[in-house]
Each structure stands twice: as structure tokens, then as C-alpha cells.
């Protein structure tokens, strides 16, 4: 997931046309040989109005994906027909599954991070790198369901060191002299004028560029105009409200949104964004198509950890589709403690009791049940979407009274902890939301 950082800009393109082959009114960015048997070749293309399409055996492709390789049957079942990966882990077998699914694969290459330690002034280690992804690259390029490679994933994100871009292009090098089937791109944090400069002068030999954001989004077009981004892009993520963009509790817990206002935010940035613009976005991910604990258990994952779907997957079928699904998730409000909401910053007793409400509706009219959960606010905290650990549970802690309210009983320890409420449809779906406070005598 995506701290809100520096951004840069992936450089798109440089082109060699082949002019004999092309139909006049489209000039190629890019032009291979041709395929081998089982690839299907994939392309970014200019057209003469400026506009630019990303064509996949010669047909125009929108992207209508998602990020993760889970419910891939369900992805699409829903209208979805890519999915993103962030390495080549269980390749083989990501990919044999989207053949299943008549999906196609944005392929991610794991690029070591200097925020993790990898120094990109060692040049053995830099070459070692690239012979592991060129590698990578001849194993899996023949794939009929890979459609691009994702050079890295917020390499940006807590970086100094510039080294790194001469690197992505040297693999975005590598993989056009290996592979002249797929396109290639590197995945930015953000976007902002700086890092759009340098990754356009240091990276010539990307195909388009790829950026994750989450709460910026609707800006996004716009910052692609004015930092100087010419060639197509596409989101690689985007989601809720990300973790460093929500309110603040006084002991700096983040507000977390209800999953029914993160399918609002999903319906609303997507219309401001990849909607709006049909010039240059070739299409998206949606973040994530899964579940992970990062910051919470619910924050990113359009599912629970028991499978259950949430309101934002009625919102992405909508959009795929035009129509909305026969059974919706339940429409949850935001909680209140002891009356207060979470930006009231919420402080309780020790051993005190206090009440908790919630206002759930089903668009069905399906009966609901709730199921509450406590746990200590999470102190395992990492950047850019890192492995979190899960808090333990605080059992026993809250008390059903009747539907939408329950009573909690306070913890004897001091801190902080979160309040979760999971309402469920009988029917697979699910609507989450959570309240944080904090105990102090």
C-alpha cells in the first residue's frame, strides 16, 4: 500500500516506426518482431488525434483490472480482465489460472528497494539483479495471458539515490532485446515534478508509465499534463483513502473509512479520473483484490479474511459492467462510542462499560448479523505495503444488545485499541467499520 511520496514519473516510450506495416492513421510507439506461437503481442499506440490505446493482438484493450491474484473466478465473473502481481512468485501458476479465467497478467518484476538496503552504487549487485530478471522475463514471456511487466513497485518511495532509474532502464532494455511481445513499465509512488524529470530523462526505454494513488487520484490526469508526462499511463493501484491521508486520532491513529464510504470514494475517483480521461489512461488496478493486514484488517482488502465481499466489489462490477450485481453488500454507517464518533477522539476507563452503535441497511432487505471484535491498535507499522503482523484479538470483550448495538467493556490495560464491526448479508457479502479509543485512567 502506498505512503503518499515522492513521484516520478516513468518515461514513456522512445519509438522506432515501421511505417510499411502500419495502417496510416495510427503511428506505432513501438514496433516488434514478430511472435513467437503461444504470446500474444501486446502494444502501446499513438493514433493520429493524439489519443493512445493499448492494443493486445491487435485489438484496443482497456484495462478494467484489479491487484491481487485471489477470487480470480470471481474476478471474471464480476467483468475484471487483468490482475496485477507484484513479483514473479508463483508464476507459473498465477498465470496458468488467468488462462483458466480468460485473464491477462501485469506482471511484476520485484526490484530491490533502497529503503530495504540495496545499494544502487554496487554495480555487481545491479548486474546480479538484472541477469535474475532477464531470467524472469525468458521464462514466462510466452505466456498468451501476460500483458505487461511492472519494473519494481514504488521504487521512489524513501529513495536517494537516482542510480536506480539507470537501472529500470536497463531492464525495460533487457526485456525489449528478449521479449518484443509486451510492453514495459515502472510503478511510481505518487507523482510530482521533480521525480517526473528524472525518470523521463533516465528511463527513455519505457512503454507507458504506471502510477499507484489513492486519495490524489482524481488529480492524477491533470499531474500527468502538467509535469510533463507525454505518452499513455495507467493506475497500477488505487483504492480508499489511504492511511496517511485520513484524519488523525489525538494519539495518531487513523480514521479508517466504512467500507460503504470506500465504495462511495471508488464510484466518485474513478469518475474523476480514469473516466474522464480517454486520451492517455489505458486503464487501472483496483487495490486490493484480497485481503492484508496493513494498518487494519479491513483498510485495502475489497475482501475479509473469511472471503466475504464488501460494497466496493458491487461498485467495480458497476463500472465494468454497467450493471450492478443481483444481490448488494450491506450499507453500513460510521460507529459510535459511548456517543462520540472516531474523530472525537474517543477516551474510555479501564473496566468502564460503555455502549456502541452502528446503523446497517441491506439493499435486499436480507436479514443481518453482526460480529464484533477488539483489538489493540496496531504497532506493527510498515511502508509501501510490507509484510504487517495481525493483533490478537481481546476476547470477550463486547456484548451483543440487539441489532446495530452492543456494550463494551473496557480493557484494564492502558493504550490504544480498535473497535471492529463485520455486518453480514447471509448472501457473501459483507460491510465493515471500526472505531478506535484509547484507555487512560
Known amino acids: ?23 496510416a492513421f495510427i503511428s506505432p510507439i513501438r514496433m516488434h518482431a514478430e511472435a513467437p506461437a503461444a504470446a500474444v503481442k501486446v502494444e502501446v499506440r499513438k493514433q493520429q488525434n493524439g489519443k493512445f490505446q493499448l492494443l493486445r493482438s491487435g485489438k484496443p484493450y482497456y484495462i478494467n483490472g484489479a491487484g491481487g491474484s485471489q477470487y480470480l473466478d470471481r474476478l471474471a465473473a464480476y467483468g475484471g480482465n487483468s490482475f496485477r502481481t507484484w513479483s514473479t512468485t508463483d508464476a507459473d501458476k ?16 520485484d526490484v530491490a528497494r533502497e529503503r530495504h538496503g540495496f545499494d544502487y552504487n554496487n554495480t555487481a549487485e545491479v548486474a546480479k539483479q538484472l541477469a535474475r530478471l532477464r ?14 511487466w511492472g519494473i519494481g513497485n514504488e521504487l521512489n518511495l524513501d529513495y536517494t539515490n537516482p542510480k536506480v532509474w539507470d537501472a529500470v532502464n536497463d531492464i525495460a532494455k533487457m526485456i525489449h532485446e528478449v521479449d518484443p511481445n509486451h510492453p514495459a513499465t515502472t510503478v511510481l509512488a505518487g507523482l510530482n515534478p521533480k521525480e517526473a524529470a528524472l525518470v523521463k530523462a533516465r528511463c527513455p526505454d519505457l512503454d507507458l508509465l504506471a502510477v499507484n494513488t489513492y486519495g490524489g487520484l482524481p488529480a492524477l490526469p491533470k499531474q500527468i499534463r502538467d509535469y510533463g508526462w507525454e505518452g499513455a499511463y495507467i493506475v497500477a493501484e488505487w483504492g480508499p483513502t489511504g492511511h496517511w491521508e485520513c484524519p488523525q486520532t489525538s494519539w495518531k491513529a487513523s480514521v479508517e473509512e466504512t467500507s460503504s464510504q470506500k465504495a462511495d470514494a471508488y464510484q466518485s475517483r474513478y469518475a474523476a479520473s480514469m473516466q474522464q480521461d480517454t486520451e492517455r489512461c489505458l486503464g487501472s488496478y483496483a487495490f486490493l ?31 465494468w459492467t454497467g450493471k450492478w450485481p443481483a444481490n448488494r453488500a450491506p450499507h453500513v454507517s460510521p460507529l459510535l462510542l459511548d456517543g462520540k464518533k472516531a474523530t472525537d477522539n474517543v477516551y474510555l476507563k479501564p473496566g468502564g462499560s460503555y455502549s456502541v452503535a452502528a446503523t446497517a441497511t441491506d439493499p435486499n432487505r436480507d436479514p443481518l448479523t453482526y460480529r464484533w471484535e477488539l483489538l489493540p491498535e496496531s504497532t506493527d507499522l510498515k511502508q509501501g505495503g510490507d509484510r504487517e503482523s495481525r493483533p490478537v484479538a481481546v476476547p470477550n470483550a463486547v456484548a451483543n444488545k440487539q441489532p446495530g448495538q452492543a456494550l463494551l467493556t473496557a480493557p484494564a490495560k492502558e493504550g490504544a485499541y480498535r473497535l471492529f464491526l463485520y455486518v453480514y448479508d447471509g448472501k457473501n457479502n459483507v460491510a465493515t467499520a471500526n472505531i478506535p479509543f484509547y484507555i487512560k485512567s
Not at 500500500?1 to 495502417?23: D, E, N, Q, Y
Open 1 to 23: 500500500m502506498k505512503i503518499f511520496a515522492p513521484a516520478r514519473l516513468g518515461l514513456w516510450l522512445t519509438t522506432t516506426l515501421t511505417v510499411a506495416s502500419t495502417p
Open 289 to 319: 483484490w484480497g485481503q492484508k493486514q496493513e494498518r487494519t484488517p479491513t483498510w485495502y482488502g475489497l475482501f475479509t479474511e473469511d472471503g466475504k465481499e464488501s460494497e466496493v466489489i458491487d461498485v467495480l462490477q458497476h463500472l
Open 135 to 148: 531470467a524472469d522475463v525468458l521464462k514466462h514471456k510466452d505466456d498468451p495471458a501476460l500483458l505487461l
Open 94 to 109: 498465477t498465470l496458468a489460472e488467468a488462462n483458466k479465467y480468460g485473464l491477462t497478467v501485469m506482471m511484476g518484476l
